[in-house]
């Protein structure tokens, strides 16, 4: 019944910049967190950020001090704004927004992937 749908990815010069967009559609009742994921070709998905609906955001430290998370609670919508990009940020990059169904019981919903390429 949700279901999320990104937007934004693309290819951009080393250096450059790209802004992600992520929108949560269906029946939603509550939405703890959302955030975006990545996976390069042979490796792992990995977190690249999230952010909660009080507003806390959480980095990882390869993209700290470059990417930007924000979220609107009424839109159902969060954003990941990425400076300063290299070509280790290459991978296809995945919306998830964790629902609450009961309780502390929640369930992963994930989009269908953007890619993003930083080369020159």
């Known amino acids: 019944q949700v279901q999320l749908v990104e937007s934004g990815g693309g290819l951009v010069q080393p250096g450059g910049s790209l802004r992600l967009s992520c929108a949560a559609s269906?029946?939603?009742?509550?939405?703890?967190?959302m955030g975006w994921y990545r996976q390069a070709p042979g490796k792992e998905r990995e977190l690249v950020a999230t952010?909660?609906?009080?507003?806390?955001?959480n980095y990882a430290d390869s993209v700290k001090d470059r990417f930007t998370i924000s979220g609107d609670n009424a839109k159902n919508t969060v954003s990941l704004q990425m400076n300063t990009l290299k070509p280790e940020d290459t991978a296809i990059y995945y919306c998830?927004?964790?629902?609450?169904?009961?309780?502390?019981?929640?369930?992963?919903?994930w989009g269908q992937g953007t890619q993003v390429t930083v080369s020159s």
């Open positions: 998830n927004a964790k629902l609450v169904l009961r309780g502390t019981l929640t369930y992963d919903q």
């Open positions: 269906g029946s939603i009742f509550s939405i703890h967190l």
């Open positions: 952010i909660t609906s009080s507003g806390t955001t």
